[in-house]
């Protein structure tokens, strides 16, 4: 018995090709924007560093999604934090430090001086 080929006319095989590329497109990741495009000064900058080393595999921060925690963006707009707490810089220090239920404890890993610069930071979200 011989396969039967199927023979597909060449304006489905173009149709097919530029719906492969649209969708390949559509999934471009938008460009992360430098420190100076989002106008950070210098102590923001650190602290962007502190979140992208520590922060980031569980936080997003300009986007309201969370990955294994919740989105940081606009945390210091907000009133209260998710926990109940108010949003300000005690209470976040307090869980930067100390931990919360599933985050961890970042006291040890961090200096005064880093935590300082990763609040001013989160200002900026």
Same mark, same amino acid.
Do not use: W
């Given at each position: ?28 990741? %938008? +460009? ?6 989002? *106008?950070?000064?210098?102590?923001? !900058?650190? &602290?962007?560093?502190?979140? =992208? $080393? ?35 810089? %005690? +209470? ?6 100390? *931990?919360?239920?599933?985050?961890? !404890?970042? &006291?040890?890993?961090?200096? =005064? $001086? ?12």
């Amino acid at each position: 018995m011989r396969p039967t080929l199927l023979f597909v006319p060449s304006s489905v095989s173009a149709l097919l090709c530029l719906l492969a590329l649209v969708a390949a497109l559509g999934c471009q990741v %938008e +460009r992360r924007k430098s420190d100076a495009e989002l *106008g950070l000064n210098a102590t923001q !900058a650190i &602290g962007r560093n502190v979140f =992208d $080393a520590d922060c980031a595999r569980c936080h997003e921060p300009y986007s309201s999604r969370g990955l294994h925690g919740p989105s940081l963006r606009n945390l210091y707009k907000k009133q209260y934090l998710p926990s109940g707490m108010p949003a300000n810089d %005690e +209470r976040i220090t307090a869980v930067i430090v100390g *931990g919360r239920v599933k985050m961890p !404890a970042f &006291g040890s890993a961090l200096s =005064d $001086a880093q935590i300082y610069a990763l609040l001013a930071y989160l200002k900026t979200l």
